[in-house]
Every structure is written in structure tokens, then in C-alpha cells.
């Protein structure tokens, strides 16, 4: 059992500890969030949130007017 748990922890940290993996699954806000990027990355990214919200509100009316 001790040696499922010794490679568990080195399959946790090596996964979850890499600045890949952090970067892969993106901030969660946009204030402060990509730095180091340039400004064309930058408003992509803003750009993509921003749609995806909007999808949010469509799916969300979407539902309000079937219930009417």
C-alpha cells in the first residue's frame, strides 16, 4: 500500500506541479491574468471570455423563454 501512495504523491506533484499544467488550464479572471504575454494575446483571450459569457446570457434567456 505504502509504495501505491509513493507513486501516487510523485504522479500528483509531478502533474499538478508543473507550470505546464497551471498555464494548460488558464486563469479564472482576466484582470491581471495573462501578463508576460503580448497585448495581441492578450485580447484574444479577453475576446474569447467575453464570448463564451455571451453564450452564457443566450443559453440563459434561451431557458427563461421556455419556461414562459
Given at each position: ?6 507513486r501516487f504523491?510523485?504522479?500528483f ?49 434561451r ?6
Amino acid at each position: 500500500m505504502a509504495n501505491f501512495q509513493d507513486r501516487f504523491a510523485q504522479w500528483f506533484h509531478e502533474t499538478f506541479d508543473d507550470m505546464w499544467f497551471r498555464s494548460m488550464i488558464g486563469p479564472a479572471q482576466t484582470k491581471g491574468a495573462v501578463q508576460g504575454c503580448d497585448e495581441f494575446a492578450r485580447e484574444g483571450w479577453k475576446a474569447d471570455l467575453e464570448r463564451r459569457k455571451q453564450y452564457t446570457r443566450e443559453q440563459r434567456e434561451r431557458k427563461r423563454a421556455a419556461r414562459s
